[in-house]
């Protein structure tokens, strides 16, 4: 089995719209495939693929403070040591009692260690959920934060464990995974161990600044790359420039899209925008074409990248 994350140096590139694309026409061949979406703060591949609806399963994130108001005799001392304001004074019946605040607390416990009557004790915090659910593709992984949840990564790693165990159930040949943008932690959960990051980036000045940033990254976990340059007409002399300059690297371009509103269109009407325009289903199946040669050919990583077609050559 293969797994593949597609990633972006930034949102709006048109990550999830390649992913989407790349599953379906692997489906439409055959493959059995798993696919999850890693971009738990905002999963929307559910909207493209429209899965079956099954009861979510909640993720704990950490622990929130939680304070016992019968054993609060209001000293304050929690509410100076709190170093994230998690806590604060309201009149009880009595006297003024500890409040807790769950979107700021951090969950640090320093007001269990430092409370005289040990009114506080820790509990579980629902930070979200993940669901493993089916579409016509096949299994569909994905999660949403809750309101206030932090994604640190943890999140990111269940729905990837998830996955790897449908794929394993279901002889998967691929398990076909929507990361984060960026170059963060959940990033980082989301393309460790994996046979290939496909970067999709945009001839624009910040796409290829962040396409960099990426690049550094797979580079530095020493995972092989290959890149996807979406809405490509958009600047064609920057198209060029990338290539020559991603082909010294030793990174191959599988492939360009053209820019077209007819796929916006699409997405707005929950459909995979495969053939919602000639030109941009033709480079999504140029692109997926290209991706399971790769797949099938010598992985063998060069400065942590996919050799590129001069390469393969010199490596024959």
Do not use: W
């Amino acid at each position: 089995m293969k797994t593949i994350t597609v990633i972006s140096g930034k949102g709006g590139t048109g990550k999830t719209t390649v992913t989407a694309s790349l599953a379906t026409l692997a489906h439409n061949e055959g493959r059995r495939i798993v696919v999850a979406d890693t971009d738990v703060d905002a999963a929307n591949l559910a909207l493209l693929f429209h899965p079956a609806e099954v009861p979510a399963v909640p993720f704990i994130g950490g622990e929130l403070a939680v304070v016992d108001p019968d054993a609060c005799t209001g000293c304050g001392l929690c509410v100076e040591y709190c170093r994230y304001g998690a806590l604060s004074m309201v009149d009880g019946e009595i006297f003024p009692i500890v409040e807790v605040d769950p979107l700021k607390c951090e969950g640090c416990a320093v007001c269990t260690l430092v409370c005289p009557s040990q009114a506080f004790s820790m509990h579980d915090a629902v930070s979200g959920d993940c669901t493993l659910s089916s579409c016509e593709i096949g299994p569909l992984v994905f999660a949403r934060l809750g309101v206030g949840g932090e994604n640190s990564g943890r999140l990111v790693t269940q729905v990837r464990k998830v996955a790897a165990d449908a794929a394993r159930q279901n002889e998967a040949e691929m398990l076909l995974i929507d990361g984060p943008p960026g170059t963060g932690c959940p990033v980082i959960s989301a393309v460790t161990g994996v046979d290939l990051v496909l970067l999709v980036t945009e001839p624009t000045p910040p796409g290829i600044s962040d396409l960099r940033r990426v690049l550094a990254l797979a580079e530095h976990f020493n995972i092989p790359a290959a890149v996807v340059i979406n809405k490509a007409d958009l600047n064609p002399a920057l198209v060029v420039s990338l290539t020559a300059e991603l082909e010294v690297q030793g990174i191959e371009v599988l492939g360009t899209i053209p820019y077209d509103e007819a796929v916006p269109k699409a997405q707005r009407e929950g459909a995979v925008p495969i053939d919602a325009t000639t030109g941009v289903g033709k480079a999504l199946r140029h692109i997926h074409n290209r991706l399971q040669t790769v797949l099938a050919e010598s992985t063998e990583v060069v400065g942590g990248t996919l050799p590129s077609h001069h390469q393969q050559e010199a490596l024959a």
